[in-house]
């Protein structure tokens, strides 16, 4: 069974805080993709890596950077946190393939950060 | 600019009706689109998706329309089950990168 895992489902740091949130994928992926989710506004894409050290900035990437140094592994960072990144965060991944029905991502559970 | 756009922050129906959920878009160059689907607390979950080469394509009690000269897309549920409450997202991409529509909180009244 195909699984992503996310290293924490709930999270609450402080203002001006580091953050990790870690991504690991079984699936033997390419591509991995940060998200957050606010009511209203659906999934938006942050950052995501179709290869090995290699990231390329989604539609909102202000307040993060990632990192992907293994296959599996896709870490989000929020260098200095803020209250406007209390948020629902989502990984994903996929493969590369070239055919449409490969375009299906998969989702990990998500981690509800809370930024006070 | 919001290129995916749900227009209906949520859709309430009877148990056995159908329930239709809506989906544009503007970027004609989207080829393929997916519908998942989020219950709280927990990711979202791959539901049907349908290619622009098509305009149907049903899984079970699951159906997507594609009107591609609307830029719409449409997924039919019948009938609608207690079970099928969760958040529904509409998805467009044109490679990799999936482009998602704000979602719809579908609640289905036993």
């Known amino acids: 069974d195909v699984k992503v895992t996310q290293s924490s489902r709930y999270l609450v740091k402080r203002t001006g805080e580091k953050v990790f949130l870690e991504c690991v994928q079984d699936?033997?992926?390419?591509?991995m993709f940060w998200y957050r989710q606010d009511p209203g506004l659906g999934l938006r894409l942050i950052y995501f890596?179709?290869?090995?050290?290699?990231?390329e900035k989604g539609d909102i990437p202000e307040g993060y950077s990632v990192s992907r140094e293994k296959k599996e592994r896709f870490s989000l960072i929020l260098e200095s946190a803020s209250t406007n990144q209390t948020s629902m965060y989502l990984c994903?991944?996929?493969?590369?393939?070239?055919?449409?029905?490969?375009?299906?991502?998969?989702f990990g559970p998500g981690t509800r950060l809370t930024v006070l | 600019d919001q290129q995916v756009k749900q227009n209906s922050p949520s859709l309430s129906v009877q148990e056995g009706r159908i329930s239709i959920l809506n989906c544009d878009y503007t970027?004609?160059?989207?080829?393929?689109f997916l519908w998942y689907k989020k219950y709280p607390a927990e990711g979202p979950t791959f539901l049907i998706s349908?290619?622009?080469?098509?305009d149907k394509n049903e899984d079970g009690r699951f159906t997507v329309f594609l009107n591609k000269s609307a830029k719409h897309l449409s997924l039919h549920i019948v009938p609608s089950q207690p079970g099928d409450s969760a958040v529904y997202f509409c998805?467009?991409?044109?490679?990799?990168?999936?482009?998602f529509g704000e979602g719809t909180q579908l609640t289905v009244n036993p």
């Open positions: 994903a991944s996929s493969s590369h393939g070239g055919l449409a029905g490969d375009n299906e991502q998969f």
């Open positions: 699936m033997d992926h390419e591509n």
């Open positions: 890596s179709y290869d090995v050290k290699m990231k």
């Open positions: 970027n004609s160059m989207f080829d393929y």
């Open positions: 349908i290619s622009s080469i098509k």
């Open positions: 998805a467009a991409t044109s490679g990799s990168r999936l482009t």
